[in-house]
Each structure stands twice: as structure tokens, then as C-alpha cells.
């Protein structure tokens, strides 16, 4: 889960299938690295995702609904429309998953939690004036 407008990257969970709980638990990762609890937000704001059946199942749209957040899904076969998420990825996966030969599961999650904390509070980003995504949001606020 990123924020569009900080690109801070705020929630994820790693798992060797893809299930809607386990985008459930991404959002709510999100959501308290955000907003430091769970509950209904104050302020509607957009859910942006691909057509995956893991954010189009009703576990998952009904996890969106009951914290009050708006979901809006891109058109069908135009990555293009995600590209921030798509970008990160690519980002992601350059500059951290295929540099590592990861042993297990759990070490990938702590290799992977190192650098989105690198990316997020210590990686300048062009596109938000050299500042971090950590400084982006902090100016926002």
C-alpha cells in the first residue's frame, strides 16, 4: 500500500500464495502506519487497485468498506494507470529482492522491511524535490 501523494510505502505482507486476507492485513498495516490505530477514517479517501481476484473478493471489499475508505478499481490490462505501485515494484525488486538469495520466508521479510524503511526514510526521491517520502509526509502534515 502506498500513499500517491508521499509515496511512503505503508503496508505490505509477504506470502507464498496470494489471499485476500493476506491484502487485508497490508491494509491495516497501512492504515496504522497512517493513522497509528484501526478504525473508521475520518476523511473518505481512494483505495486504488488492479482487478486482482484478491482485491475484487468480498473479504477484502468489505474490509475496505468497514474502515470507511472508497475503492476504485483501474481499467482491466492498463498497468499504466498503477504506476506508482508498478514502479515500486520494479524499484523493489532492482534494488533489493534480486541482489539477496533469501534462506526462508521470515528472512525475506526482514531484508525487505530493512529497505522499504531505507526507501522511505532515508531514499531521496526526484519526483518530491530530493526529499524523502518519511519528509514529504511530514511537510504535508
Not at 490490462?77 to 541482489?99: A, D, S
Not at 538469495?101 to 531521496?124: L, T
Request: with cysteine.
Amino acid at each position: 500500500m502506498i500513499d500517491c501523494h508521499t509515496r511512503e510505502f505503508l503496508g505490505w505482507q509477504l506470502s507464498k500464495s496470494g489471499k485476500a486476507t493476506t491484502a487485508s492485513a497490508a491494509l491495516e498495516h497501512a492504515l496504522i502506519a497512517r493513522f497509528g490505530t484501526l478504525g473508521r477514517v475520518e476523511e473518505e479517501f481512494l483505495l486504488r487497485s488492479d482487478n486482482g481476484l484478491v482485491f475484487t473478493s468480498l473479504h477484502f471489499t468489505a474490509i475496505v468498506r468497514s474502515y470507511g475508505l472508497k475503492q476504485e478499481f483501474i481499467t482491466p490490462h492498463c498497468p499504466q494507470q498503477n504506476v506508482m505501485v508498478e514502479r515500486f515494484i520494479r524499484t523493489l525488486k532492482e534494488q533489493c529482492v534480486h541482489r539477496h538469495r533469501f534462506e526462508n520466508i521470515q528472512h525475506a521479510m526482514r531484508v525487505i522491511s530493512d529497505w522499504i524503511g531505507f526507501y522511505n526514510n532515508r531514499r531521496p526521491h526526484q519526483a518530491l524535490a530530493m526529499r524523502t517520502p518519511a519528509e514529504a509526509f511530514r511537510l504535508a502534515a
